[in-house]
T-cell receptor, first 115, second 112 residues
Framework: AQSVTQLGSHVSVSEGALVLLRCNYS??????LFWYVQYPNQGLQLLLK??????LVKGINGFEAEFKKSETSFHLTKPSAHMSDAAEYFC?????????????FGTGTKLQVIP | EPEVTQTPSHQVTQMGQEVILRCVPI?????FYWYRQILGQKVEFLVS????????KSEIFDDQFSVERPDGSNFTLKIRSTKLEDSAMYFC??????????FGPGTRLTVT
């Protein structure tokens, strides 16, 4: 079984401040981990993914995430928030190989960027 | 980059009607999925499909739902008799052997 827990359903940061969105995972096998972003009334866009290579993963729009096995975490960060980063962010997990690899999503974190 | 497409982008239907949501997965992919997202909630897995049969389904995917790959390109989700609570965004996804699922832009289903 696999699951993700996103801490904080809403996060507010000032423009230019550090963005930190927290995600902890649970998986019986080494996981694949993802962060998706969803803008209002739009679909899911993949920001970045961890697939057992480098533990620090760089994604689009200046975001990155670090896989920490000891903490079972995969927190998303961006050094300097931009107004255009306001959206909902979903952490997700899937099994790495074999099986049918359904993706299990977290409940999402809405990021508000304050000018 | 290849992409998954979905039609229509928005479907409005009356309660009790049948709807078919269509998806065109990436051409060389073998695994197909449907997810849904009720407004304000998280994205939930509905069903996975491989080798022309359902490989896994969630408890949401009851007898009112069915999936089909009628030809070599389309992947459809049918809801036989829609209920108000079926109103949601429905996402199709497909996967090759590389482990990454590509999601479509979604179909917003509104049941009135």
């Amino acid at each position: 079984a696999q699951s993700v827990t996103q801490l904080g359903s809403h996060v507010s940061v000032s423009e230019g401040a550090l963005v930190l969105l927290r995600c902890n995972y649970s998986s019986s096998v080494p996981p694949y981990l993802f962060w998706y972003v969803q803008y209002p009334n739009q679909g899911l866009q993949l920001l970045l993914k961890y697939t057992s290579a480098a533990t620090l993963v760089k994604g689009i729009n200046g975001f990155e995430a670090e896989f920490k096995k000891s903490e079972t975490s995969f927190h998303l960060t961006k050094p300097s928030a931009h107004m255009s980063d306001a959206a909902e962010y979903f952490c997700a997990v899937s099994a790495p190989s074999g099986g049918y690899q359904k993706v299990t999503f977290g409940t999402g974190t809405k990021l508000q960027v304050i000018p | 980059e290849p992409e998954v497409t979905q039609t229509p982008s928005h479907q409005v239907t009356q309660m009790g009607q049948e709807v078919i949501l269509r998806c065109v997965p990436i051409s060389n992919h073998l695994y197909f999925y449907w997810y849904r997202q009720i407004l304000g909630q998280k994205v939930e897995f509905l069903v996975s499909f491989y080798n022309n049969e359902i490989s896994e389904k969630s408890e949401i995917f009851d007898d009112q739902f069915s999936v089909e790959r009628p030809d070599g390109s389309n992947f459809t989700l049918k809801i036989r008799s829609t209920k108000l609570e079926d109103s949601a965004m429905y996402f199709c996804a497909s996967r090759g052997d590389q482990g990454k699922q590509y999601f479509g832009p979604g179909t917003r289903l509104t049941v009135t």
